[in-house]
């Protein structure tokens, strides 16, 4: 998808008068350990970011040479966290949220309407619009989306030199074949989601 069409939402935004429009992506919410992520990204209008698309489909190398040229070029960006221990607490989906208010709360006030990736928001105290696939539609979600991915994976790295033997540099956290044996041999880490878990240690 060309930089012109990923600019379509926002431009119709623009022409009904919105000046500083933000896209919000999460990365994380599926994983069995770690925090989930999220990121707020105001771009300059119309920036063209080769390359930029849905995180999910680029390279682990294209999303790192992104990530310094997305902070560097944004009007302004917010990147935010739930910890693991929060996901449990008040469900992923919450956490969820939680991390997108963290990151808007970033932007500091500078966002006049948020486009999010997804089907669900809440209310963020500015106008919100869903996007389904928003990250291969949106040049905002889309440089949001590489923010959060990169964000959380760099976190999930740390924690692979913390807690070698579950392999999370491999991967980050999700329910792999190589992970579930890794929890077989070793049981739960520290940072292990202990309600995506429950299936596993068979409790209902």
């Known amino acids: 998808m060309s930089a012109i069409n990923l600019w379509e939402i926002e431009n119709s935004l623009y022409s009904e008068g919105y000046k500083a429009i933000c896209g919000v992506d999460e990365a994380g919410r599926g994983p069995l350990a770690g925090p989930v992520c999220a990121a707020a990204v105001i771009l300059p209008r119309g920036l063209e970011l080769p390359g930029l698309n849905d995180s999910k489909k680029l390279t682990d190398k294209k999303r790192r ?80 989306s590489v923010l959060a991915k990169v964000s959380r994976d760099d976190i999930m790295l740390e924690m692979a030199e913390k807690y070698p033997e579950y392999g999370f540099e491999v991967h980050k956290g999700y329910g792999t074949k190589a992970h579930y044996e890794a929890l077989r041999a070793h049981g739960h880490s520290p940072i292990h989601r202990m309600s995506f878990l429950k299936k596993f240690y068979g409790e209902k």
């Open 65 to 144: 040479e992104l990530f310094p040229i997305i902070k560097e070029q944004a009007i302004a960006y917010g990147i935010g966290f739930a910890s693991h221990e929060e996901i449990d607490e008040i469900n992923i989906l919450q956490a969820t949220y939680l991390a997108m208010e963290r990151a808007l709360q970033q932007l500091e006030g500078k966002a006049d309407f948020a486009i999010i990736d997804g089907n669900r928001a809440k209310d963020f105290g500015i106008p919100v619009r869903t996007v389904i696939k928003g990250d291969s539609l949106s040049a905002s979600i889309a440089a949001a």
